[in-house]
């Protein structure tokens, strides 16, 4: 368990306090990220997100880009509330280089925090970042989320990624990638299908992402 603001430790509820703990961000949802991933490891996720009465959607790229595979998936939350974020990794062959790369998906309910952190934002949510990178532009990038047009706009991310924000089904959607020409993905339609709703038999499944590691 770590906490999805700073990937720091957490302490889990005690006598003192009902609520997981982290001594840098104060009260948090611990964040969750399987050390492996298969078939099982995503359908027991998304069995976990589809038994919420709010269930969160599981965000990844389908088709995958040639090359590419699953390499994460993680949750924010506990057995006693509805999980408050998802986050699925990808990754593949860098589109402007012969390196890997790696794409990291994040939906998240507002306050997570999840997704600035692997974006390298301050603070738990874009807010003044996002109202930047909008300032009356045009979006930056387009997705269909579900089969629905969803616009992003890039934000000034931490070093070595791009990052991109936007919102889908009334909830934050993070597109993060390292390295950063790895945004160049977005600059094609990319077509995300929720895994809570479907999960493609035909998915491919890769070593675990670095980027969800603590060290991220």
């Known amino acids: ?75 924010v939350g506990d057995d006693r509330s509805p999980p408050q974020g998802t986050v699925v990794a990808c990754s593949g062959p860098a589109p402007l280089g012969n390196g890997p790369a790696d794409l990291v998906l994040v939906a998240e309910r507002p306050g997570t925090g999840l997704g600035a952190c692997l974006a390298g934002l301050p603070g738990p949510d874009p807010g003044d970042c996002l109202k930047a990178a909008v300032g009356g532009a045009v979006a930056h990038a387009k997705v269909r989320a579900a089969g629905h047009p969803t616009p992003l706009w890039s934000v000034t991310a931490g070093d070595g990624r791009c990052a991109y924000v936007g919102e889908a089904r009334g909830l934050w959607l993070y597109v993060i990638a390292w390295p950063a020409a790895a945004g160049y993905l977005l600059a094609e339609q990319v077509f995300l299908q929720d895994l809570a709703d479907c999960l493609p038999s035909e998915l491919v499944y890769g070593a675990p992402s670095p980027q969800l590691r603590p060290s991220a």
């Open 1 to 75: 368990m770590q906490c999805p603001r700073c990937f720091g430790g957490v302490r889990p509820p005690d006598l003192t306090s009902s609520q997981w703990r982290c001594d840098r961000c104060g009260e948090v949802d611990p964040f969750y990220v399987s050390e492996r991933i298969s078939p099982e490891i995503l359908g027991a996720v998304r069995d976990r997100v589809r038994a919420a009465d709010e269930a969160l959607p599981i965000w990844c790229p389908w088709p995958l880009l040639p090359g590419w595979t699953v390499s994460g998936v993680g949750w």
